[in-house]
């Protein structure tokens, strides 16, 4: 489980970081609110159900990642 959680992080993480990436080539700002979708569509759940699915995660842990 612990590697399927870190590689759902990294995912996360590399959606993020792709997304930072395209905002700074955009000027316009309704181009930039599309932009960012990705990343709170797809890099913020990917990241809460890794760190949800990590060993050291309790269920408290898990409700206050989804919170």
């Known amino acids: 489980m612990g590697v399927v959680s870190a590689v759902l992080v ?3 993480v590399a959606v993020a970081a792709g997304t930072a ?3 700074l080539l955009v000027r316009d700002t309704m181009t930039r609110l599309h932009y960012i979708a990705p990343g709170t569509a797809l890099a913020a759940p990917l990241v809460i ?3 949800a699915l990590a060993t050291w ?3 408290h842990d898990v409700v ?3 919170a």
């Open 57 to 59: 995660s309790s269920w």
């Open 21 to 23: 990436l395209r905002l």
């Open 10 to 12: 990294w995912a996360g």
């Open 49 to 51: 159900t890794g760190l």
């Open 64 to 66: 206050k990642l989804a």
